[in-house]
């Protein structure tokens, strides 16, 4: 990697990376001469999505404009990078609580402590339902494939359990969607994971803009 950054440092005046491994994109910008943007890099401690997670709170700014701390279920496997980069950009707003529904224990004992440090509240629970009456956002950034049926169930969230959620909640997701996250939710007035998925270019365009507007 150091050798592409400094080939295409030279024939570029910014570099987008994308990596299915944590480290590759790290050493790039470390050799790198012009600015970088890492479009995700693999999944697991370290894994990070920046650019997605910019776009998510948009997304949630343009609903509730944190004008008051919001509740936040986080539906994934701790090793998602979408989730990883939420949560540390979710502590730079009013947040009253971050609730773990977690295929695959708990978040990574770094990012425990990044809570903790920053004051973050936050707690476990084993099933969407019982977090979902209390979440201004639930966020679905999927889940390893299981063979377990009733752990399956446990982490789908059903057009029937909407019926206890807050009339303003909100459903995002990062798409492309797994089992998780079913059709049948796409008419719900809740659903606003294509609205998120829309807001990806003008975000990324603005990204673009600031970064080449700075050299």
Sequence with gaps: ????????????????VRHPIVDPVIQFS???????INAGNGEGLGAEHPTQAILDIFTISERFSFDKPLTVLLAC??????ARSLIFALT???LAKLVLCLDGGKL???????????????????????????ADVVYMAGFKERAD???????????????????????????PRGFELPYSLDTSRHAAYF?????????????????????
């Excluded at 807050?166 to 995002?172: A, D, L, N, S, T």
């Excluded at 609205?195 to 050299?215: C, E, F, H, K, T």
Aim: hydrophobic share 40%.
């Design 149 to 175: 049926h009733k752990v399956r169930r446990s982490l789908v969230l059903e057009s029937c359990m909407l019926k206890i959620a807050k009339p303003e909640m909100i459903i995002m997701h990062p798409l």
């Design 77 to 82: 496997h701790p090793s998602s990078r979408c």
């Design 108 to 134: 990574f004992q770094d990012d425990e402590k990044y809570l903790s440090d920053n004051k973050i509240a936050y707690r476990y629970i084993g099933a969407l339902i019982d977090g979902l009456a209390e």
């Design 30 to 36: 470390r050799h790198s001469r012009i600015p970088v």
């Design 195 to 215: 609205y998120q998925a829309n807001n990806g270019l003008p975000v990324r365009m603005a990204i673009l803009q600031q970064i080449l507007d700075s050299l």
């Design 92 to 94: 730079k707003f009013p």
């Design 1 to 16: 990697m150091s050798d592409a950054a400094s080939m295409i440092s030279g024939y570029a005046d910014l570099a987008v």
